[in-house]
């Protein structure tokens, strides 16, 4: 039984999977990469030799990513990189200069490139800072503050648990690694899988509870967007199959167990005043306690940043709720779903992000160089950020003050201007 269930897992964990499926989607090593690109194993299944050679060949002027050694940045997300592609590839067609020697892979489909990219995008920083703003100041603030604990939660666990575990990603070669933010974390279990397995479905089934509405659409949709963000991570060369079907068991059983309790904390950080210092002394002791990396990598920033931002709007929350500005619904559950304005929607978004865009370029700014003279450091220097002590409070405080401005200064605003949406049962 033991063998049995070991031979499983080292199939899932074979790299020649995602090797094999990046090619069939138009992932192919350069002609002048090591022959050891493609494995002399995969006989019934890879392309010959003509074949790539006549394929990159005719790609080249498409589309071409420097070597997986490249310099990683800071402050990147999944949009940065596209841009950086497309730069690359039209600067590639308007000279037509032959590639740099450090090329070792090139795309023959821009189609399912920018697919999976899309999709991998959703589990990422700019999908978080549009999706939960847009959620919050449009359509339902107490489904938004039950699922942003639940996504806290399993995040923190999962990332947690790829350091404790240091399970890494499929081996490069035969595996193309195309996304070079992520190349320094570990593999198991895939926190993307998790948000994309987590996210989704506790969405459907917390509106569900609220809202009528038809139950399997909700749970095709929620099935659709978790299978496109995992197969984006293989497209993408950052995960075995492993990774992602022990990412997306893993977070079910999280959300699992918290599912049930995930209203009794709600009540009781809406309705005590000293929550939000629990809440924030609980985040500082919860990233105290992360596991040391034997390695930097983006995964205890982002951890943090997740952290910041869901207690930074639980707390807005509270002191909302204080103020009696959320106002308690006359009749229980189960409401009428009513459209909204969407030209509104559209003006409160608008008007909701370029607030949370100042917010993060001036408490940035603040925490990065009060910590960087604090411990004498050169707060220009982006390597400083590696530095746990400049690190930890640098996004903790960034990000909480953007949660904090997402949940009760954008609200507040929209209140000023006339332009709120209607509160009488989307709150508590």
Known sequence: MLSSVHSLLSWLNEAEHVARFQRYFGVLPLPSA???LIPQTDKTTH????????????ALTNLYHRHHERKITYDKNVLDECIQEINRSSNQNATKKPSPPDVDYVVTSWFWY??????SALGNEIFYILFFPTWIWNIDGCVARKVSMLWAFFMYIGQASKDILCIPRPSSPPVLQLEKRYVAEYGFPSTHAMFAAGIPFSLVFLSHQRYEFDLWIGLVSASIVCIWVCLSRIYLGMHSLLDIVGGTIYAWILVFVMFFYVETIDNFLLNHIVSPFLCFSLGIFLIKCYPSPKQWSTARSDTTIILGSTIGFLSASTIMNEMS????PILPPVYEIMAPDLGLCVVRTILGLVIVGITREIIKTIVLFSACSFYGLDWKNPESKRFAKIEMPYYYLTYFAI??????T???VFRALGINRDYSYTEL
Do not use: R
């Open 403 to 408: 949660g904090f401005n997402i949940g009760f």
């Open 325 to 328: 500005l959320l106002e308690k």
């Open 410 to 412: 954008c609200p507040l």
């Open 34 to 36: 090591q022959p050891d």
């Open 47 to 58: 392309l010959n030799t003509d074949t790539n050679s006549n394929l990159a060949n005719q």
């Open 114 to 119: 920018y697919f999976f990219q899309i999709g």
